[in-house]
Nanobody, 122 residues
Framework: QVQLVESGGGLVQAGGSLRLSCAAS????????MGWFRQAPGKQRELVAT???????YYADSAKGRFTISRDGATNTVYLQMNSLKPEDTAVYYC????????????????WGQGTQVTVSS
């Protein structure tokens, strides 16, 4: 069992930065693939970035060059550093976990946090 708690969302102006954190609990969380997804009003949930237990990362095209996903085994935390934010990045951001293989599909993830709101003003 893995429990996930996100934090770090908020209101920021376009061009600004935010760092989201996801605190994970559970004995084997370090073995899980961790992902950040987002969902804007009226839209489907979409992958932002995902990272394997060995640190291999995958980014959605919209995140490449602006966002960085990382994980810290010492603190059981996964981060999403978001730079050069745009109004279209406004969404609820969710942390998610799954076993074994990297996936870009939300339905493949077994555990989810409650989400944190990110709002980017123009």
């Amino acid at each position: 069992q893995v429990q996930l708690v996100e934090s770090g969302g908020g209101l920021v102006q376009a061009g600004g930065s935010l760092r989201l954190s996801c605190a994970a609990s559970g004995r084997t969380w370090i073995m899980y693939v961790m992902g950040w997804f987002r969902q804007a009003p009226g839209k489907q949930r979409e992958l932002v970035a995902t990272i394997t237990s060995s640190g291999n990362a995958y980014y959605a095209d919209s995140a490449k060059g602006r966002f960085t996903i990382s994980r810290d085994g010492a603190t059981n935390t996964v981060y999403l550093q978001m730079n050069s934010l745009k109004p279209e990045d406004t969404a609820v951001y969710y942390c998610a976990a799954k076993r074994i293989a990297l996936s870009v599909t939300s339905r493949d993830y077994d555990y989810w946090g409650q989400g944190t709101q990110v709002t980017v003003s123009s």
